[in-house]
């Protein structure tokens, strides 16, 4: 049975950092797509950031600020999460694939960065940035 788990959300001020996580138990880690949404009251969710073992993706909104990594000894997906601002605040989501998932658009193929693609979805960690 797959679980992620994700950890690390808080609490910050507009401009700090935080790092989130999500490890990952009876998952493939390497050679899958993992990815982290994003979802604040009241709004749709939206992609973040998507990894495969040979590239990542980012949301335009992130791009820049945010940085996906993950650790496959750890079976840990991580997120750096840098200049927060408080249209960052949201439930983050950690979810994986049963295998590779990607998009292509205008002739280039990145990791998927929709949520239709992934099997497994961890509970969430709440980021909350105030200004």
């Known amino acids: 049975q797959v679980k992620l788990v994700e950890s690390g959300g808080g609490s910050v001020q507009a401009g700090e950092s935080l790092r989130i996580s999500c490890a990952a138990s009876g998952y493939t880690f390497g050679g899958n797509s993992m990815a982290w949404f994003r979802q604040a009251p009241g709004k749709e969710r939206e992609a973040v950031a998507s990894i495969t073992p040979q590239n990542t993706a980012y949301a335009e909104s992130v791009k820049g600020r945010f940085t996906i990594s993950k650790d496959n000894a750890k079976s840990t997906l991580y997120l750096q999460l840098n200049s927060l601002n408080a249209e960052d605040t949201a439930m983050y989501y950690c979810?994986?694939?049963?295998?590779?998932?990607?998009?292509?658009?205008?002739?280039?193929?990145?990791?998927?960065?929709?949520?239709?693609?992934?099997?497994?979805w961890g509970q969430g960690t709440q980021v909350t940035v105030s200004s």
């Open positions: 979810a994986a694939a049963a295998g590779l998932r990607t998009q292509c658009r205008g002739g280039t193929c990145f990791p998927s960065l929709q949520g239709r693609d992934y099997d497994y």
